[in-house]
């Protein structure tokens, strides 16, 4: 008998024939009308999280009340195809649009592409956690736009780390735009961590954020167009996942000799322009 939780017990079964099953005592079954809001909240992978127990997470972001006349003028940008929110900050100009990452390269230099570290393309397992994905992440929209070229140009560049691995978690490597994609520009390769939890995962999403940035000034370019690294088949948090990136370019510009970079970070959905933006509210006080 496991003890999960003061309110719930399960029995594991004691063979393996096909009548053997896991067994919840009734008479123990949590009562979802009675349980705390935050517990109502929560999913099933984040409750084993430290902290998960009590509502907070430890080492996740804050997530402090907005002022009601900026959330409406927020919702309003939202509502708007061309909304979007800029920050100034040393060496960059940061713009939090919202779209299609595609329809924002205009103008730009380089866009960010959430990789896998092996550059492999968007192949995945089919397994049953990615199927909600399939077709909608953003590896798989650039690499369709971008055509077999960028394919191939991946697979011309050497190993880092052995396996077979072209870029560590953490890090970004560059590729020559296609003829369908930035042919005059490049395409960057962030790799993002599989989410566990803020203390393990955070250093690692920062640290890819902070790489594209150094890449994008290398390589030179004005404008540079990035995605919500590490919120799709990597399952980083929302704000977890703003907070990481957002510091991390609080940093960056911090210690950055370069001149103005201009940011382009594109939010797909609303509940990714909600989170973001109130992250964004508390970081950089717009």
Request: proline share 6%; aromatic share 6%.
């Amino acid at each position: 008998m496991l003890n999960c939780c003061p309110c719930l017990r399960v029995a594991l079964p004691r063979s393996r024939d096909q009548h053997s099953r896991i067994v919840v005592d009734e008479a123990a079954k949590v009562n979802f009308n009675s349980a705390a809001p935050h517990m109502r909240v929560l999913k099933c992978d984040a409750l084993f999280l430290k902290g998960a127990w009590s509502g907070h997470v430890a080492g996740s972001a804050p997530r402090a009340a907005l002022p009601v006349g900026w959330q409406t003028y927020r919702d309003q940008l939202w509502r708007h195809p061309g909304g979007k929110l800029r920050y100034s900050l040393k060496g960059l100009d940061l713009c939090i649009c919202h779209g299609d990452l595609l329809e924002h390269l205009q103008g730009a230099g380089a866009i960010v592409n959430s990789a896998n570290k092996f550059l492999t393309g968007p192949s995945r397992p089919e397994y049953w956690m990615f199927s909600s994905y399939a077709g909608t992440s953003v590896e798989e929209a650039i690499h369709r736009r971008a055509g077999p070229e960028l394919l191939q140009a991946c697979k011309q560049l050497p190993d880092r780390g052995g396996e077979g691995i072209r870029c560590p978690v953490g890090k970004a490597r560059p590729t020559p735009g296609t003829s369908s994609l930035l042919p005059d520009g490049f395409i960057i390769h962030a790799v993002a961590p599989g989410w566990h939890a803020f203390e393990t995962s955070s250093g690692q999403l920062t640290s890819a954020w902070q790489c594209s940035l150094d890449l994008a000034v290398e390589l030179d370019v004005g404008t540079v167009v990035m995605p919500a690294l590490g919120c799709g088949t990597n399952r980083a948090p929302l704000e977890d996942a703003a907070a990481c990136a957002l510091a991390g370019i609080q940093e960056w510009s911090s210690q950055s000799d370069s001149r103005s970079l201009e940011l382009r970070l594109v939010l797909h959905t609303q509940e990714a322009w909600t989170a973001w933006t109130t992250v964004a509210f508390n970081t950089l006080r717009k």
